[in-house]
């Protein structure tokens, strides 16, 4: 059976051995670009309609423009976004999904799908979590040596 990271027996070696293969980090690397919340959320709209840089901006509520930027040059870079200058003044750049964007239309709207369907019982099972152990769980510190690295 194949795991999100190739072959299952490989990756659970080298996962145990701490020793990913090349295919482990990319896929990795892939898997936190197309799941980023950002990432979905933007996808999903483009799966709508081709459509503006302003106006992904007005339907991905508290997205900055910044992030929405960002989000789209990376999308953009692994080939699943197309960015469409016309040349006109003001300028005005198009964004729609690439052949292979559309490969993930299907799977992004079920996510969305599913997380529409099941609003209700998550807030149940947070609920029962947090009545359990006394609230939700904490975030871990940022370690010292992460913050000099940034």
């Not at 059976?1 to 051995?17: I, K, N, R, V, Y």
């Not at 980090?25 to 898997?31: D, G, N, Q, T, V």
């Not at 996510?111 to 209700?120: F, G, I, N, P, Q």
Request: glycine residues 6%; negative net charge.
């Amino acid at each position: 059976m194949l795991s999100p990271f190739g072959d299952l027996e490989t990756s659970m070696w080298a996962t145990s051995c701490g020793a990913a293969t090349e295919a482990d980090h990319r896929a990795r690397e892939i898997l936190t670009r197309v799941g980023d919340k950002w990432s979905v959320i933007v996808l999903y709209q483009l799966g709508e309609d081709t459509m503006r840089f302003t106006e992904l901006l007005r339907t991905v509520p508290g997205i900055s423009q910044r992030v929405l930027a960002v989000t789209l040059r990376g999308l953009e870079r692994d080939g699943l976004v197309s960015r469409t200058v016309h040349p006109v003044v003001p300028p005005h750049v198009d964004y729609r999904l690439t052949p292979l964007g559309e490969t993930l239309k299907e799977t992004v709207t079920s996510l969305v799908r599913w997380t529409h369907e099941h609003l209700d019982d998550i807030d149940r099972a947070r609920e029962s979590y947090d009545e359990t152990n006394g609230g939700p769980p904490r975030r871990p510190a940022v370690p010292d040596s992460d913050l000099r690295s940034r």
